[in-house]
């Protein structure tokens, strides 16, 4: 008993602790509950259902709430308790404020307000289905307000005022014309609901009355000036922005912009007067005007006459809306009148209290009478009302004054604005027909110069004709080069698909097995607080049974004093015997139930903790087991990742050793590579090997991330070996000493990636792989790829503009010539030859003129197309500065055409040697050969950069089939006539001897054996022909001058 009144007064003095900490912790959160209180207050102060315009301090307050909560997730919280959609004259003054928390709350406004934009366009469909009133209005406003939230959101550098400079915009648009493009189409859409909402506001009010001087029509007016500030900005930076597309792109593609600009501009324009002649804006917001006519978007000096509309807020202390308010509530009467208060108190302060009340009114004593003192606070009240009325008149009139004051000042300050913009425009038009005179002047200048130094480069047309010849046998290289380069891209992109696909197989793998291991892990977490949450409720109850228990322990106990304390009366009070024995009996019954149930409860009490021990049993069998199953999933995703690198370093292994291969193999020995393509492979080997040894020391510190090691390895494997196959294939085309260089340098390249790879394959050697070889012995065929690169003969650019179209105009001038030769040649042999002679002449000449028309055809099918390419690709640059930055593709162009022409000249002279007798069939038969082979080579330069689906390209290769035709025709002329004219012996043997067959035998084995030495003396000459020909081919491209170094 002592304990429990002990335990008892402890208690209220733990009571105050409490108290005073959860006090201490609730600070903040009454803070907060201030504020949202206050701004509750603000916002349904704000946000009602009469029919007057919003107060300009509750839209303060709720501004300033924005930016001190950093959102508006209080502004929503309260304004979805509204009934926006039930009552119009609501949602319109929601829309009002909510358009001010836009242009001038946080920025987080609009990212807050944006989960709420389902709602909004909900309300606005419903809305929309009311045809007149503050429906069609609200349904109107809310789409204006979506629209904006949208503009802010696609555009975040635009603040909610729109307020923004011309360096501004010009980083909005990122100095792409795309985005400049798009970003005009989303003004107009904004300034389009700009638009309709004044047009909605104007056409709900009768214009005939003034509705500017009423609540109701403040009430739908307030809200436009917003859309005012909004309009002004948006129409300056629409003029602005159209400017500068007019400076980028052709005039027809923006017609469909300055139709809408247009449109909008009238709008705006007549939007702007008939709200400035409003006296409801006259005192809150002067209104600029626009000019009388739009801007000239196609005269790019238009853009400084530009003046961008300015909207000036007069700074006032009280705004005409809560006069107006105040008007209103004076008429309605709803506050208590201060001013007979004040006056009976100034009263009381100057004549003391009535006479009834004050023991000491002496008036009385000295004999004035009650009607006189009546009368003078009479007639002193009139006198203070009266100066009342004329203080406030007084104050109105100033307010007037100084209102008036105000506008003047703006109107001067605005007009000077105006005057130093016509005089600084009128200054810069100055300069800029100063600056066009000084242009005119030095065009004129210029114009002299280039017709004196036209005679100059007359005279450097002989000499660049040397260059042109050099340039020829050099183009015939590149472009067999470039073919075997284009082959071996397409093989090289097939190998990088095939890596691709085995690579995806592998991530796919990979991501598989992660998945399995996390869905694993979430399965055994979730069994685990599953069994923890059981173990903790079996506690709980074995906790529960123990407070049971001890209860009844305690019952017992004083179950067992109660039976003292009655043994004790039944010896003292013997007359009370029989009812003592009634209660004893009652008491022995009490004390075998709960003895029973103490047995009870002692049972179930084992019971209980015999079953808690076997479930924490098969808990923790159950955690041993999922500890085994993830170390047994740990080791099989180790094993999983370890295998995909070694199937990864096999497959790298494999390329390098198939490359190796192929140095050997005799096929390859024809295949030729380029220095510049061998060291650009050498390049990107290098950086692969950097990114090998980064991918390996990111696997090293976490074996997870196999991925991108796998991925590099790959990539490694495939450029080595490209490498090697370049570099073998780069060896065919260079002198003797530098090839065997090159070619063990690519070996030694293969053997140490070999070995490296082979490091990476065993785990105990991976942290000790070393890449430093491998790399020098790249960088090794990377300088001698340097070394070998052509150095050609340098050209300015307007020398090989110049060269394109004089080789051209050489070709068709030698087509022409030849023609002209040919006709000359069919009529001397119709003058002078007969029979079969003139029929064998009159046939090949025919198909040599055949030829030189289709000829004449190719060259006119690839002038076009060469002008077509120059004018797709060259942009803003000239013709020759085009040219100049294609330089390999212009010299390919070069050689072509003087191949054609070349070809054309020699075939003519071949067929007059034929005609007269004096040359061989086989001769015009090679020349025809050559002249298909130059025409095909003229092709494929220009096909080179021409689009797929130009008709010119189309033109060109029919006109290239025709020149094939028209060869085969001037071969089988040629066989045909050779046949002919050529006598055929015959071998009659039936009238010799033995004798004489025996010498003609000999004869001809004789001449045989000369034929065949001669035979194999020509094939050596045509080695040595070759040979020479390399090495001439080697000092152009710089090969001659290394040999002479080295030597």
Not at 539 to 545: A, F, G, M
Not at 946 to 972: E, I, M, P
């Amino acid at each position: 008993m002592d304990r429990v009144k002990s335990s008892m007064q402890q208690v209220p003095n733990a009571i105050p602790k409490v108290i005073r900490r959860t006090g201490g912790a609730n600070s903040l959160e009454l803070e907060k509950e201030n504020f949202e209180r206050g701004q509750a207050v603000s916002i349904n102060k704000a946000i009602n259902t009469q029919e007057v315009a919003v107060k300009e301090k509750h839209a303060r307050t709720c501004i300033l709430g924005t930016h001190h909560e950093k959102g508006a997730h209080t502004f929503w919280a309260a304004v979805n308790r509204l009934p926006l959609s039930s009552n119009a004259v609501l949602c319109w003054k929601f829309c009002h404020v909510f358009h001010k928390l836009l242009r001038d709350g946080h920025p987080n406004v609009i990212k807050d307000s944006m989960r709420n934009k389902a709602d909004l366009t909900d309300m606005s469909r419903m809305w929309g289905h009311l045809s007149e009133g503050y429906g069609k209005l609200c349904s109107i406003y809310l789409k204006l307000l979506i629209t904006k939230m949208e503009f802010h959101i696609k555009n975040p550098r635009f603040p909610g005022n729109l307020q923004m400079s011309n360096r501004q915009l010009d980083e909005a648009g990122e100095n792409d014309v795309n985005n400049f493009f798009q970003l005009t189409v989303e003004m107009f859409d904004y300034l389009e609901c700009e638009l309709n909402l004044f047009l909605g506001v104007f056409s709900s009010l009768d214009m005939s009355r003034s509705v500017s001087v009423t609540a109701a029509g403040q009430c739908r007016l307030a809200p436009l000036i917003q859309v005012i500030l909004d309009s002004s900005h948006l129409y300056d930076y629409t003029v602005k922005l159209l400017f500068k597309l007019h400076s980028c792109l052709p005039a027809d593609t923006l017609q469909g912009h300055r139709d809408r600009f247009q449109e909008q501009f009238k709008k705006l324009k007549s939007l702007f007067y008939r709200s400035s002649n409003l006296q409801y804006f006259k005192r809150l917001i002067q209104i600029p005007q626009l000019p009388e006519n739009p801007p000239n978007f196609l005269r790019a000096s238009a853009l400084s006459e530009h003046i961008s509309p300015v909207v000036v807020i007069p700074a006032e202390s009280s705004s005409p809306e809560l006069e107006h308010v105040v008007e209103t509530d004076d008429l309605v009467d709803t506050d208590v009148p201060v001013l007979p208060a004040a006056l009976e108190t100034k009263f009381d302060d100057l004549f003391g209290t009535s006479a009834a009340i004050d023991p000491f009114n002496f008036n009385s004593q000295n004999g004035m009478r009650k009607d006189d003192k009546e009368r003078l606070i009479e007639q002193l009240t009139r006198e203070i009302q009266a100066l009342k009325d004329e203080l406030d008149s007084f104050r109105l009139e100033s307010g007037r004054l100084c209102q008036a004051l105000r506008g003047r000042v703006n109107e001067l300050e605005a007009e000077l604005a105006e005057q130093s913009h016509l005089r600084l425009q009128a200054a810069g038009e100055s300069e800029f027909l100063k600056a066009e005179l000084d242009d005119l002047r030095r065009v004129r200048e210029d114009t002299e110069k280039e017709q004196r130094s036209l005679t100059e480069i007359e005279k450097k047309a002989q000499a660049n004709e040397q260059r042109y010849t050099k340039l020829k046998e050099k183009y015939s290289e590149l472009v067999q080069s470039h073919a075997d380069l284009l082959r071996k891209n397409a093989e090289v992109t097939r190998q990088m698909t095939v890596a691709r696909a085995a690579q995806d197989e592998v991530d796919a793998v990979r991501r598989e097995m992660q998945e399995k291991v996390k869905a694993a892990q979430e399965v055994a977490d979730r069994q685990e607080r599953e069994q923890l949450e059981q173990l903790q409720e079996l506690q709980r109850e074995l906790v529960s049974s123990r407070t049971e228990l001890d209860s009844l322990k305690t019952t017992m106990a004083s179950s067992q004093q109660s039976s003292e304390v009655i043994g004790t009366q039944l010896v003292a009070l013997e007359s009370e015997k029989a009812e003592l024995v009634q209660s004893l009996s009652k008491v022995e019954a009490e004390l075998a139930a709960r003895g029973e149930e103490l047995e009870r409860v002692q049972s179930s009490l084992a019971t209980e903790r015999e079953s808690g021990v076997k479930t924490a049993e098969a808990l923790q069998n159950q955690l041993n087991e999922k500890e085994s199953r993830e170390q047994s999933l740990e080791s099989q995703l180790v094993t999983a990742r370890w295998s995909s690198l070694q199937g990864a370093v096999e497959e790298a292994e494999k390329i390098i050793q198939d490359s190796l291969a192929q140095i050997d193999d005799p096929v390859h020995i024809s295949c030729t590579s380029s220095a510049d393509y061998l060291a650009s492979r050498c390049q990107a080997s290098l950086d692969c090997i950097d990114r090998l040894h980064s991918a390996r020391e990111a696997f090293l510190a976490d074996n997870t991330g196999v991925s991108e090691l796998v991925r590099v390895v790959t990539q490694c494997g495939h450029l080595v070996g490209d490498t090697i196959v370049q570099g073998s294939a780069t060896s065919h085309m260079v002198p003797v000493e530098q090839a065997d260089a090159l070619s063990e340098s690519v070996k030694a390249c293969g053997a140490e990636t070999l070995a490296l790879l082979g490091q990476m394959k065993q785990q105990d050697s991976l942290t000790a792989a070393d890449n430093s070889k491998l790399k020098a012995a790249l960088e090794a065929i990377l300088a001698t790829a340097e070394k070998l690169r052509p150095q050609g003969l340098e050209l300015q650019q307007g020398e090989l503009g110049d060269l394109v179209e004089q080789e051209m105009a050489a070709t068709s001038a030698a087509v022409e010539s030849a023609a002209t030769r040919i006709e000359e040649m069919l009529n001397k042999s119709r003058a002078v030859d007969t029979g079969i002679k003139m029929e064998v002449n009159e046939r090949i000449l025919a198909s040599c003129t055949e030829l030189m028309r289709a000829i004449k055809q190719l060259v006119l099918s690839s002038k076009n197309l060469q002008r077509d390419i120059v004018e797709s690709g060259r942009g803003a640059a000239s013709m020759k500065e085009f040219y100049a930055k294609n330089s390999r593709w212009t010299e390919g162009l070069i050689s072509a055409s003087k191949a054609v022409g070349w070809g054309a000249t020699v075939m003519v002279d071949a067929a007059d040697l034929v005609v007269q007798g004096k040359g061989k069939f086989e001769e015009l038969m090679v020349c025809s050969h050559e002249i298909a082979a130059s025409t095909a080579q003229l092709v494929a330069a220009s096909k080179v950069k021409a689009d797929k689906d130009s008709g010119n390209l189309h033109r060109l290769q029919q006109a290239s089939r025709g020149v094939t035709q028209a060869t085969a025709a001037v071969v089988a002329s040629t066989k045909s006539g050779k046949s002919q004219i050529e006598e055929t012996d015959t071998m009659d043997f039936s009238s010799m001897t033995l004798t004489q067959i025996k010498r003609q035998e000999m004869d001809a084995q004789v001449l045989v054996l000369e034929l065949e030495t001669r035979l194999q003396k020509e094939r050596e000459r045509l080695g040595e022909l070759r040979k020479k020909h390399y090495e001439l081919a080697g000092v152009a491209e710089g090969w001659g001058e290394q040999e002479e170094g080295t030597g």
